[in-house]
C-alpha cells in the first residue's frame, strides 16, 4: 500500500482528531507531485454515502460477488460496474446503512464501456446522486471512493487525481474474468471494500466516476491507485436507456424472469415452485417453495409451458399481476415487476 498517500478505510461521517495546532494533516506525494489532503469538507461526501447501494449478485455458477451501485433517480434506478452483475441470477440491493432492501433486475449492460444500469424492484423516493461534470475534474482534484461494505456502513477511501484518459485492465470483483476499459480517472487511493461499481465524488460530495476493479494492480501488488468510469460516459448511456435511443453497444435484456426453479403440478394444475433464489421479484412478492401459481395477468396457468407462455410476453421491468395457491390452499395475489435477464 502506498505510504504517501491516506489509505484509511472507514465509515462515511465518522469524526477524526485533529493533530495538535494542525487544521489539516497534508501528506506530501513526490513521485505525483501534488499534496493530498487527508481532511476537507466531509457534508457533501456523507451525504453521498445515502445513496450508495450495497450489492449482493448471485451468479449462474452460484457463487456470489459483492460490490455497490449508485442512485440516479428517485424511483431506483442505480448504475454500477457491469461485472458486478455480469452472469447474475439473482441481484438484491440494500440501500445506505440500515436502510431498505431490494430486489434488482438489469435494464441495460454496456460491457464495452463497463457500465450497467439496474431497477430496484418496487422502489420510491429514494434519495438519488448528485451528478456532477467529469468533463470539469483536473489532476490534483481532491476526490473519495465509496464503497457499500456489505449491508453495514459504507466506507471511504480519499486521495486525489492523478491522471485522466487512462486504460485499466478490469476485473469481476471474484476476478473470475478480465477485459480492458478506456478513457478512466485515475486516482490515488485504493478501491474501497466492496467498492467496484460504487461512487467517486469531488470535495462537494457530488458524483464524478464509477469505480472499477483493477485486475493487474490487484493480481501483482497492494497499491493505492485505483480507476473510475467518467460519470458523463456513465450517464450518456443511462440517457440512451431511458429514451430508447437504439445504440449498438448497449445491450438490453428482453427475456423476463420471476427468480424461481419450477415443476408441473398436477393439483392443483399449475407450475409448482421447488425454490426460489434470493434478491428476485418471486422473493420481493413472498412467494415460497411449495406454492403453486395458477394464472398471470388473470390467464389460467396450468404448467411450467403455460407459464413460460406468459413470461415471454413479457420484457423485464414489466408489471404483472400473480396469483399463487398455498400448500394450504389459500389464494396469494400480487404485482410483480419482473427482472430482466442478464448477459453472460
Known amino acids: ?72 433517480s428517485t424511483s431506483g434506478e442505480v448504475v454500477t460496474s457491469y461485472n458486478v452483475v455480469n452472469g447474475a441470477v439473482s441481484i438484491a440491493a440494500a440501500v445506505g446503512n440500515g436502510g431498505p432492501r431490494y430486489a434488482a433486475t438489469t435494464f441495460a449492460l454496456s460491457p464495452t464501456d463497463g457500465v450497467a444500469v439496474l431497477q430496484l424492484l418496487g422502489a420510491k423516493g429514494l434519495p438519488s446522486a448528485d451528478v456532477g461534470n467529469s468533463s470539469r475534474v483536473s489532476v490534483g482534484d481532491h476526490v473519495t471512493a465509496i464503497g457499500g461494505s456489505g449491508y453495514g456502513a459504507p466506507v471511504d477511501s480519499r486521495g486525489a487525481i492523478i491522471g485522466l484518459g487512462q486504460t485499466s485492465v478490469v476485473s469481476d470483483p471474484d476476478g473470475a474474468s478480465s477485459a480492458a476499459l478506456n478513457g478512466l480517472i485515475e486516482y490515488s487511493a485504493p478501491l474501497p471494500a466492496d467498492g467496484a461499481g460504487g461512487p467517486l465524488v469531488d470535495t462537494s460530495g457530488n458524483l464524478i466516476g464509477l469505480n472499477v476493479s483493477d485486475a493487474q494492480r490487484r493480481a501483482t501488488t497492494t497499491s493505492g491507485v485505483s480507476y473510475a468510469i467518467p460519470i458523463n460516459l456513465v450517464m450518456s448511456i443511462v440517457h440512451d436507456v431511458n429514451s430508447h435511443t437504439p445504440n449498438p453497444e448497449i445491450l438490453q435484456g428482453h427475456g423476463a424472469y420471476l427468480g424461481i426453479e419450477i415443476h408441473d403440478s398436477v393439483s392443483p394444475p399449475g407450475a409448482l415452485i421447488i425454490s426460489v433464489e434470493p434478491g428476485t421479484p418471486a422473493q420481493v412478492a413472498g412467494m415460497v417453495a411449495q406454492d403453486v401459481i395458477v394464472a398471470v395477468n388473470n390467464v389460467g396457468v396450468d404448467s411450467v409451458v403455460a407459464l413460460r407462455d406468459q413470461l415471454q410476453r413479457h420484457q423485464g421491468g414489466d408489471y404483472v399481476s400473480v396469483r399463487w395457491l398455498d400448500p394450504a390452499g389459500h389464494v396469494h395475489n400480487a404485482t410483480v415487476q419482473l427482472a430482466a435477464a442478464t448477459f453472460a
Do not use: E, F
Open 1 to 72: 500500500m502506498d505510504a504517501t498517500v491516506d489509505t484509511r478505510q472507514r465509515p462515511l461521517g465518522r469524526s477524526r482528531a485533529l493533530t495538535a495546532a494542525i487544521g489539516a494533516l497534508v501528506l506530501g506525494s513526490a513521485a505525483a507531485g501534488y499534496l493530498v489532503t487527508t481532511l476537507g469538507p466531509k457534508g457533501g461526501v456523507a451525504v453521498a454515502g445515502h445513496w450508495a447501494v450495497a450489492l449482493t449478485t448471485t451468479l449462474d455458477t452460484g457463487a456470489t460477488v459483492a460490490g455497490t451501485g449508485v442512485i440516479v
